[in-house]
Nanobody, 122 residues
Framework: QVQLVESGGGLVQAGGSLRLSCAAS????????MGWFRQAPGKERDFVAA????????YYADSVKGRFTISRDNAKRSVYLQMNSLKPEETAVYYC???????????????WGQGTQVTVSS
């Protein structure tokens, strides 16, 4: 069983930055692909970014390329999402997810955190 706990959300002005963290309680953290997703009220959960087991490859949604950076520290069993130049339309609950196989869709992930709210004011 994998437990994930996100932190770092909050209120930020448009153009600002936030860094989300996700801590995993699992023995073999390095055997999991880690992803970030977001869900705005009344909308579907969307893919944001993912990182491979060793952190050597990353993948981003087109809408966040060049502004968001996903990274991981396997020794700390943590994954991070640095978000820069945030936009009001990116207000959402951001979720961390883990899976043993590579995936960039919500249905491809077996384990989810409870989410952290990110609010971007205009």
């Amino acid at each position: 069983q994998v437990q994930l706990v996100e932190s770092g959300g909050g209120l930020v002005q448009a153009g600002g930055s936030l860094r989300l963290s996700c801590a995993a309680s699992v023995r073999m953290f390095s055997t999991y692909v880690m992803g970030w997703f977001r869900q705005a009220p009344g909308k579907e959960r969307d893919f944001v970014a993912a990182i491979t087991w060793g952190g050597d490859s990353t993948y981003y949604a087109d809408s966040v390329k060049g502004r968001f950076t996903i990274s991981r520290d396997n020794a700390k069993r943590s994954v991070y999402l640095q978000m820069n130049s945030l936009k009001p339309e990116e207000t959402a609950v951001y979720y961390c997810a883990a899976n043993s196989a590579w995936a960039n869709v919500p249905t491809g992930y077996d384990y989810w955190g409870q989410g952290t709210q990110v609010t971007v004011s205009s």
